[in-house]
C-alpha cells in the first residue's frame, strides 16, 4: 500500500522559512518523479515543484529562487525547502507520486504577520 504523509506545515512571518517533508512509504521516491503542489484558498491546484528520478528539477516561475524540492533515498522522504516566504505562499500544499495519482492528505502553510 503506497501512503505519502505531509509534514513542517504551519505558521510563518513572511520573510520566514519553512521545510515540508513527505515520507513516502509502499513506493521508492529514487525510482519515481516526485513533486510538490498548493491550492490556495478559492484558487486551482498548481504545480510548485517537481524533481525526476535523475535529479532533475522545476519550479514554479513564482517559487523559482526561494524554494528547493530535494529528496532523502535512504529515508524515502521528499522534502520541500521554502525560504523568504510571501502571503501568496499560503496554501494547502500536496505531495504527489507524478503519473502513478497517489497523493498525500496535505499540510496548511500559512504566511502571515
Known amino acids: 500500500q503506497v501512503q505519502l504523509v505531509e509534514s513542517g506545515g504551519g505558521l510563518v512571518q513572511p520573510g520566514g522559512s519553512l521545510r515540508l517533508a513527505c515520507a513516502v512509504s509502499g513506493i521508492s521516491v529514487r525510482a519515481n518523479a516526485m513533486a510538490w503542489y498548493r491550492r490556495a484558498p478559492g484558487k486551482q491546484r498548481e504545480l510548485v515543484a517537481r524533481i525526476t528520478n535523475s535529479e532533475t528539477t522545476n519550479y514554479a516561475d513564482s517559487v523559482k529562487d526561494r524554494f528547493t524540492i530535494s529528496r532523502d533515498d535512504a529515508k524515502n522522504v521528499v522534502y520541500l525547502q521554502m525560504n523568504k516566504l510571501k502571503p501568496e505562499d499560503t496554501a494547502v500544499y500536496y505531495c504527489?507520486?507524478?503519473?502513478?495519482?497517489?497523493w498525500g492528505q496535505g499540510t496548511q502553510v500559512t504566511v502571515s504577520s
Open positions: 504527489t507520486v507524478i503519473f502513478r495519482g497517489y
